[in-house]
C-alpha cells in the first residue's frame, strides 16, 4: 500500500531537515511505516520549528489535517 501525504510547517523540508518523499510504500504483511526525520545541522540560529504530515485522502486527493 501507498500512503501519500503532504509536509508542512515551519520547517523547510530539505532545507532544515533531510529531503522526505511525498509517500510513503509499506509492504504486504506490515501494519506500519516509518517516516525518519533527520535534522541538517548548519551555522544558522533557528527558533523551534515544527513539521506537520498530512495524509492525503486516496479518494479525494486532498489533504486531511488531523489536528
Known sequence: ????FDIG????NGVDYLL???SLLILP???IGTISISP???TVFDDNE?????LI??????AYDSA
Open 1 to 4: 500500500m501507498i500512503i501519500y
Open 9 to 12: 510547517g515551519t520547517a523547510t
Open 20 to 22: 522526505i518523499p511525498d
Open 29 to 31: 504483511n506490515d501494519s
Open 40 to 42: 541538517i545541522q548548519d
Open 50 to 54: 515544527s513539521i506537520k504530515v498530512y
Open 57 to 62: 485522502a486516496t479518494c479525494t486527493g486532498l
